[in-house]
């Protein structure tokens, strides 16, 4: 059976692109690209068949199909010769059972889906698998591309950087100066990437990068780009393939640029339509309330909606104010019955904290999809008896500075509820046991 798959204008206006083509936004009307998939040609294989054969691929040592990605293959991108792909057998990250802080709030069918768990330390791993594996056939097959480019809150830079490195590539990355982690900025520069820091926010890097790549030779490896949404689909995919199959009552997930929320939704639409599954979850969108536009735009229905400048925010990875795919959010919301809620500072911290305390390490991000899904069970609006998912998007190590700061209360804003420094002591066993004493007491 040949599948094939191509780019298909968001705004519903008809304009095809192949998925070698470089390009970002309809030439017609500007609108952002999606990648379509020949459902027909998926159709002739039953929905059994499909379950039988993403469990059989799982893990397995075959070439490239024990990658969470690419055991997807062709729903993902069908074309890619095999020898041109770039994968680091990504995907496949825990989904596990978070009893103890499900009890504690009363949601006992708690899960969080471990997606930072991955080879840079976040989801990003995902999508960045098949775009440089695209760039990497198109380079075979002639093309003249000298880099990949992107401007980044971290995470994208280092996927790209490690991907573009494992492919032998160029990478040049756009940083706001200042505004990404130590660990973060350290991870482009060991892989080699051309790193340019910026003295500007994530929206000056990203209007830079995309004048950048009006340039055709550098290819624009941002979410904006199509191709990263195929990958990221694979997590809703993943997801209920974890619950053998079932599908979960909601989906919490922390959101910047909007690509990831829209990704998720079209795995499970996906699968929806392939007769995989028959019913939906419902998504809910977890902003900083330094950088809420999308939240903003929820309170009116999304009949408005204005960018705004993002102010610094302790979950520096959505420090965001004029997210790149807001149209394909909206889209996708509007079909999972979606809400969109907002942390503080104060909510945020606390709240990764909390659930530190019961065996996690979470990252900022996730800790706003925590407070998130903490507000919507007072409000009753998960139930008790509800399956959740939170989506954890990236590693609380690459983070270090924000725990640090936590445990110290030197964070500002933020009133630590469960800080436990260290306790330093002469070194006598008396005093020693008497600090113990009064730790178990
Ligand atoms: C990129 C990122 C997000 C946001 O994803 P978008 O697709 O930009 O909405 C959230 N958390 C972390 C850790 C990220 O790196
Ligand atoms: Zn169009």
Redo the contacts with the bound molecule.
């Keep these: 059976m040949s599948y094939n798959s191509w780019l298909e204008?968001v705004?519903g206006?008809g304009?095809r692109y192949s998925i070698y083509d470089v390009v970002y936004r309809?030439e017609?009307?500007?609108?952002l690209l999606n990648v379509e998939h020949d459902l027909e040609a998926l159709k002739t294989r039953s929905a059994p068949d499909w379950k039988k054969l993403f469990e059989q691929r799982a893990r397995s040592n075959e070439w490239p199909y024990g990658s969470g990605v690419w055991g997807k293959k062709e729903w993902v991108c069908p074309q890619v010769d095999d020898e041109n792909i770039v994968s680091m057998y990504e995907g496949h990250s825990n989904c596990f059972w978070a009893e103890r802080l499900g009890k504690e709030i009363g949601v006992p069918d708690l899960w969080i889906k471990l997606c930072g768990n991955s080879h840079t330390g976040s989801f990003k791993d995902l999508g960045m698998t098949v775009l440089v594996s695209v760039v990497k056939q198109m380079v075979a097959d002639g093309k003249p591309i000298r880099a990949v480019a992107c401007a980044s809150t971290g995470d994208t830079s280092a996927a790209l950087a490690a991907y573009a490195a494992a492919a032998g590539l160029l990478s040049v990355i756009l940083l706001p100066k200042g505004k990404v982690s130590t660990a973060q900025l350290v991870q482009p520069i060991a892989n080699g990437a051309q790193v340019l820091s910026l003295d500007t926010d994530f929206d000056g890097c990203m209007r830079i990068v995309q004048q950048l790549t009006e340039d055709k030779t550098l290819y624009l490896a941002n979410s904006m780009n199509a191709l990263r949404m195929e990958g990221q689909k694979t997590v809703g995919i993943e997801i209920v393939q974890q619950f053998d199959w079932e599908v979960p009552d909601w989906i919490v997930i922390p959101v910047g640029n909007l690509g990831n929320v829209s990704a998720i939704g079209n795995g499970l639409l996906m699968m929806k339509e392939l007769g995989l599954i028959d019913k939906l979850p419902r998504l809910a969108c977890a902003q900083a309330a330094r950088a809420n536009p999308l939240y903003l735009s929820y309170q009116t229905g999304f009949e408005e909606y204005k960018p705004v400048a993002a102010q610094k925010t302790l979950a520096s990875a959505i420090q965001i104010g004029d997210p790149v795919s807001y149209e394909r959010a909206v889209k996708a919301l509007k079909k999972f019955d979606g809400i969109v809620d907002q942390a503080t500072e104060d909510e945020l911290a606390n709240a990764a904290a909390r659930a530190d305390r019961t065996g996690m390490y979470c990252c900022p991000h996730t800790g706003v999809a925590l407070a998130v899904l903490f507000k919507m069970v007072e409000r009753g609006e998960i139930k008790t008896s509800d399956r959740v998912v939170v989506i954890s998007t990236a590693h609380g190590l690459k983070f270090t500075g924000f725990k640090v700061g936590y445990h110290d209360g030197t964070l500002e804003a933020v009133e630590a509820r469960y800080p436990n420094p260290p306790l330093e002591l002469p070194a006598d066993i008396d005093a020693v046991s008497a600090a113990i004493d009064q730790a178990i007491r």
Excluded: K
Aim: proline residues 0%; hydrophobic residues 0%; charged residues 35%.
């Design positions: 204008c705004r206006c304009r309809c017609d009307c500007g609108g």
